[in-house]
Every structure is written in structure tokens, then in C-alpha cells.
């Protein structure tokens, strides 16, 4: 008998049934092993780093509102990741596993549209903190792109390609956060309009071209797809896998940034710590303004 596709189907076969399943269950086991042994290692990383953390001296970074801003856009955005792609791909093997596991997709949908409240919500909460919060104020005024930013890509880019030994004398915030962070309100702006649009086409199109809708879907595919790459590429970058960082950077959990690491990186920011607290930084324990 030649080999064809009837010779070849599972159904037809009960040996090749059994070695399928023998093959899943020692994938499983052997992948879901290394796995499990790699994140003890991690793990034991982190808290050494975390551990060094609590015993160093430090300089709070965020604040509790900026820390709890932050951890509802972090939870928000990987919901309305994980669901979005879920929803225009529902067919893929990795959302019939979501099914099964009860994330069916009307409850897809509903978590979309929650987490897309909170978003905006999340937004308004951190307008609010821009507008009327002293310290808001001036983390977005460290925010403000400057000229001295093109200057600080330029010599950090040098410097990293051995034509230049002097390290840059980054501010409180340099160019990788401040790009960072206006990307975001600008990818978060984008969402939240063609996500309404999407959400409520029959008073969209009132308003606006009946074309609006078919383009707010395009936009906001392909702007999600933006931000995403964007966060796994670059901000991933810089808080998990730089080697100054790895295997994490615990100041997105504590607001508390190592002065050491303030003194490396941040000099500039550094400087006006010492004219703010008039000797070399803070004492450990303490926190320092920032």
C-alpha cells in the first residue's frame, strides 16, 4: 500500500494514535520541566536582586498613585492584548485552548470592553494626576522632549559603539522613556477612539463617514500590533532582559530606584538630588524626593 493521506490519518492508525499521545505527554513533561526548573532559577535571581534592592540605598521613583496607575494599565493592556487578538483570530489553536478554559468569546468580548473602560478610566486618572498634582506636574514636566534628548540618543549611541568613553548624563527620565511614554498616550488616544467607534458603529456613522468604521478597524488592528511589538521589544527590553536590569528591575513594583543605579544612569537627576537633600543622596531607608 503507497502512502497517502488515508493511510496516513490518525483514525486509521491506532499505533500512530498512541505514539501522538506518547509524544504529547513526553513533550509536555520534558518542555514543561525545563520550564519549571529555568523559573526556579529566575526566581532565585530575583529575590537576590530584590534582596539588594531592601539593603541599598534608593530614591522613590513612583509614587503609590503612579505605582497603582501603572498596574491597571499593565493588567488592562495584556487583557485587552490577549482578548483582542483572540477575538480576530478564532480559529487559532491557542483560543480554542482559551475556550476550553472557559473564555469562550462572548466572555472574550465582555472582558475586551471592560478592560477598555478601565483603560480610559486608568487615562482620566493620570490627566487628573498631570493637571492638579503637584507631583504629577513635575514627572511630566521631566517628560517634555528637549532638544538635549537628540543630543543624549547621539552620545549614548556612541558610546555603545566604542566612539566615545563618556558615559551620558541622563536627567530623571531620558530619551528611551520619554519616547516610550508619549507613544503611549498617543497609542492610547488611537485605541480609545476607533475602540468606541467599533464598540457603537450605529452612532458612530451618524457622525461621522460610514467608511469611519471599516478604517477604525484597520487602525486599530494594526495599532495593536504597534504596542505590542513596542512593549515586548522595547520597554521588555529595559526592565527585564538589559543586563544592567535582568532578570528584572523591581522599580515598576516598589517606586524605589537603587541610588547607586541613579548615580550610573541618571547623573543629571542625581546632581539635583544632592542640591534638593544638601549632602551625597539619601540614607538608606528613606525616601528621598524624587
Do not use: N, T, Y
Given at each position: 500500500m503507497s502512502y497517502n493521506h488515508r493511510?496516513?490519518?490518525?483514525e486509521n492508525n491506532p499505533v500512530n494514535r498512541l505514539v501522538r499521545m506518547a509524544y504529547l505527554v513526553l513533550i509536555a513533561v520534558t518542555i514543561g520541566g525545563m520550564v519549571l526548573h529555568n523559573l526556579v532559577i529566575i526566581n532565585y535571581y530575583l529575590a537576590q536582586r530584590r534582596k539588594q534592592s531592601l539593603q541599598s540605598e534608593y530614591v522613590v521613583r513612583f509614587d503609590r498613585s503612579e505605582l497603582a496607575q501603572h498596574l491597571a494599565l499593565t493588567i488592562s493592556f495584556a487583557v485587552l492584548v490577549i482578548t483582542g487578538f483572540a477575538l480576530r483570530f478564532p480559529e487559532a489553536w491557542w483560543v480554542r485552548g482559551l475556550a476550553e478554559l472557559g473564555l469562550t468569546e462572548p466572555v472574550r468580548s465582555t472582558l475586551h470592553r471592560i478592560c477598555g473602560v478601565v483603560l480610559i478610566l486608568v487615562s482620566l486618572l493620570h490627566l487628573y494626576h498631570?493637571?492638579?498634582v503637584k507631583r504629577g506636574?513635575?514627572?511630566f514636566g521631566a517628560m517634555v522632549p528637549r532638544v538635549q534628548d537628540v543630543k543624549d540618543l547621539w552620545g549614548n549611541l556612541k558610546f555603545y559603539t566604542w566612539r566615545s568613553t563618556n558615559h551620558v548624563e541622563f536627567d530623571r527620565y531620558d530619551y528611551t522613556h520619554k519616547a516610550e511614554y508619549w507613544a503611549l498616550l498617543w497609542g492610547t488616544v488611537v485605541m480609545v477612539i476607533t475602540g468606541l467607534i467599533l464598540w457603537f458603529p450605529e452612532r458612530a456613522v451618524n457622525l461621522l463617514p460610514v467608511a469611519a468604521v471599516t478604517i477604525s478597524q484597520t487602525i486599530h488592528y494594526y495599532e495593536a500590533w504597534l504596542a505590542t511589538l513596542a512593549i515586548v521589544?522595547?520597554?521588555f527590553f529595559f526592565v527585564i532582559f538589559h543586563p544592567e536590569a535582568y532578570?528584572?528591575?523591581w522599580t515598576w513594583i516598589t517606586g524605589k530606584m537603587p541610588l547607586e543605579a541613579v548615580r550610573k544612569h541618571h547623573?543629571?537627576?542625581?546632581?539635583?538630588i544632592i542640591e534638593t537633600t544638601g549632602d551625597s543622596g539619601p540614607s538608606a531607608g528613606t525616601d528621598a524626593p524624587a
Open positions: 493511510s496516513a490519518g490518525l498631570v493637571l492638579f506636574r513635575e514627572q521589544v522595547w520597554h532578570p528584572m528591575s547623573k543629571g537627576w542625581h546632581r539635583k
